[in-house]
């Protein structure tokens, strides 16, 4: 069956430290991946898209691989803030669907 | 009006009654879609339009119609309503086809509706 996984419900991270979070798929192609962010009680917010041909995508303190060998991507967020945390939400696009399969997200929270 | 928005924020409803979820976006955006988000399960796509005059069946539509009479709105139907639709709903919205390609989706800030 199809499957999207990400590492874990909740994440504590200490503040100024890479916080890393995980999104695994079995049974997809995607052919392109997105990450959002999601506060409480608010709808997702669109933060990267990386597509299947890119390994690396980066903007500002974020950066997310693809490997789409391993079916995994991976967010990093670097010099975490407190205000970094939210529940951070993966999202796969296959070629020819029409729609995006989410995964259940990951609640990170950074410790001041 | 910026983005999107969705009425009611929250409802209670008794079990058998029918009830529309607005939703509203002046981005003028071509495709749009209703999804439920659970608890464990996930945000799941419930229906999609990827213009004005056509809508599509999601992963969960049973129970759910919708309906695109022009670009801006649309709204979802539950007939006649049961307790396993108690959920949160969003509404979203993309420039160009719902195949998401690049589209990163715009949501709303959700619908609370709890039946009883």
């Known amino acids: 069956s199809q499957k999207i996984e990400q590492n874990s419900e909740a994440l504590n991270i200490q503040e100024g430290k890479t916080a890393t979070l995980t999104c695994n798929y079995t049974n997809y192609s995607p052919a392109y991946l997105q990450w959002y962010r999601q506060d409480p009680g608010r709808g997702p917010v669109f933060l990267l898209l990386i597509r299947e041909n890119e390994k690396e995508k980066r903007k500002e303190r974020l950066k997310v691989t693809f490997d789409t060998t391993l079916k995994q991507s991976l967010f990093h967020i670097t010099a975490s803030q407190p205000a970094d945390s939210a529940t951070y939400l993966c999202a796969l696009i296959v070629t020819g669907a029409n729609n995006l399969f989410f995964g259940t997200g990951t609640r990170l929270t950074i410790i001041p | 009006i910026a983005g999107i928005t969705q009425a009611p924020t929250s409802q209670i409803l008794a079990a058998g009654r029918r009830m529309t979820l607005r939703c509203t976006q002046d981005?003028?955006?071509?495709?749009m879609y209703w999804y439920r988000q659970d608890l464990g399960l996930g945000l799941r796509l419930i229906h999609y339009s990827n213009t004005a005059g056509t809508t599509g069946k999601g992963e969960v539509p049973d129970g759910y119609s919708v309906s695109r009479a022009n670009t801006d709105d649309f709204p979802l139907t539950l007939a006649s309503a049961v307790p396993s639709q108690t959920s949160v709903y969003f509404c979203?919205?993309?420039?160009?086809?719902?195949?998401?390609?690049?589209?990163?989706?715009?949501f709303g800030p959700g619908t609370r509706l709890t039946v009883l």
């Open positions: 979203a919205s993309s420039d160009g086809l719902a195949g998401g390609r690049r589209n990163e989706q715009f």
């Open positions: 981005m003028r955006h071509n495709a």
